[in-house]
């Protein structure tokens, strides 16, 4: 395969298979995921009641036990096993949502990632996906390195949004609590998550959680709107969480990264917060839907499955030609037929009221 009879795009993709030993993860993640850069809030770090600075130098390379390249396609032993321990508890506290960065210093600091992020158009897609994976991988790094010593030190956070992109938010009478949930046994990175609990007077016995699996191009703050409204309007919990690569979580953005997401944040949510699968409704939009699809195919008692916008798989969005199913992901067309439809009638009900 040449330039010359293939659109550069296809032949940077080709060489990027070829070059990651023909890895799908990794040309999935060139083609998949794309975190809004900058992110649209921050998590801002707590400790003994005094905020820390952002993102302080940690100092050294070491890496803390982060695997930064997990992409081979057939390791996947941290994904057959669940480990559910209900008497688990939460070691974060309430946000209290107020801004804690100056306006103008944000705005600068914006426009220099932003500028410092985005990939040269004059470019050749091939060096353009390299520098790309390289800035992803820095990133990662850095981020494993703070989130390990805070989970040490006992660092919590506070949720701000970016206001000025986002607006005012809707209001919610509950608690919002800001979370970074790992490490992930496999890889070593935490995942941002925003847990929406509802006060303790309005939970029940039947009362559900939602595990909120958003599309691409999205972030938890630009979902913390419409978690509030459903968590409001649906009377339930709602967890979203930030897939690797994206927000305040760490890791690098591939396929499988975002199954090991899902079932660690799944464990989460039943140790801490439902005790039963049966109470945790999975959510999955767009990408979402893959994830989603894949924890439904192999947990029979999980309480039910929301697919918006979902897809077949990856590939056959872009072709319905098999040609390219070597590197097809999210097969959620084969997952879904795994799955088993629990009734809910509290939840049917609670969904219709809100229409």
Known sequence: MCSCCCPPAITALFYLWVRSGFSKGTVAGALTFF??????????RVKDGRDLPDEEDVGGDEENGVVLDD??????????????????????????????????????????QTQGNEPDQSQDPIAAMTERSIKLRARAKHRAAIDSRDAKNGVTY??????E?????????????????????????YIAALLYQLPPRDITPNTKTILYSHGNASDVGAMAGLQAIIAKHVDCNVLV?????????????????????????????VANVTQHESKVILYGQSV?????????????NVGGLVLHSPFTSGMRVLTPSRALACLDIFPN???????????SSFTERRMLRSR
């Open 35 to 44: 975190p809004p850069d900058p992110p649209l809030y921050k998590f801002q």
């Open 71 to 112: 992409d081979s396609d057939d390791d996947e032993s941290d994904l057959g096993t669940f480990e559910i321990d209900t008497k688990s508890s939460r070691q974060s506290k309430k946000t209290n949502g107020k801004e804690a960065t100056n306006n103008t210093q944000r705005q600068q600091q914006q426009q220099q």
């Open 158 to 163: 506070r949720f701000i949004p970016d206001s």
């Open 165 to 189: 992109t986002l607006g005012p938010l809707p209001s919610f009478h509950g608690v919002i609590t800001p979370l970074k949930i790992g490490p992930q046994k496999r890889t070593g990175t």
């Open 241 to 269: 969480y930030d897939y690797s690569g994206y927000g305040e979580s760490g890791g690098v953005p591939m396929e499988k990264n975002t199954y090991r997401d899902i079932k660690l944040i799944y464990e989460w949510v």
């Open 288 to 300: 979402g839907s893959g994830p989603s699809c894949y924890l439904a195919s192999r947990r029979e």
């Open 333 to 343: 067309i084969d997952r879904i037929k795994k799955y088993r439809v629990r009734y």
